[in-house]
């Protein structure tokens, strides 16, 4: 039996978004780290960075829950 093609789609898009956030949340730490390494931190940099990400991450989060509902409704059993 093979999976519905639409069912797939969907599937692929929240999986792809999932990742999405978590490469953001990676890339922060990254910066993080290296910038704490260097020892070239003032707080005002790191918070404003922290928070883009973090909003970017909330937005996707909001997206991808939406998808998620939508893909739940379209695809549950009868």
């Given amino acids: ?5 639409r ?6 898009s929240i999986r792809d978004a999932m990742r999405q956030i978590s490469q953001e949340a990676d890339a922060i730490v990254e910066l993080l780290d290296a910038r704490i390494e260097a020892k070239h931190l003032d ?10 990400v973090l909003e970017l991450i909330q937005t996707l989060t909001l ?10 409704v379209r695809h549950a059993d009868p």
């Fill in 1 to 5: 039996m093979y999976p519905n093609p």
């Fill in 7 to 12: 069912r797939l789609e969907n599937i692929n």
């Fill in 43 to 52: 707080g005002s940099t790191e918070a404003e960075d922290v928070r883009e």
């Fill in 63 to 72: 997206e991808v829950s939406e998808e998620l509902d939508a893909y739940q």
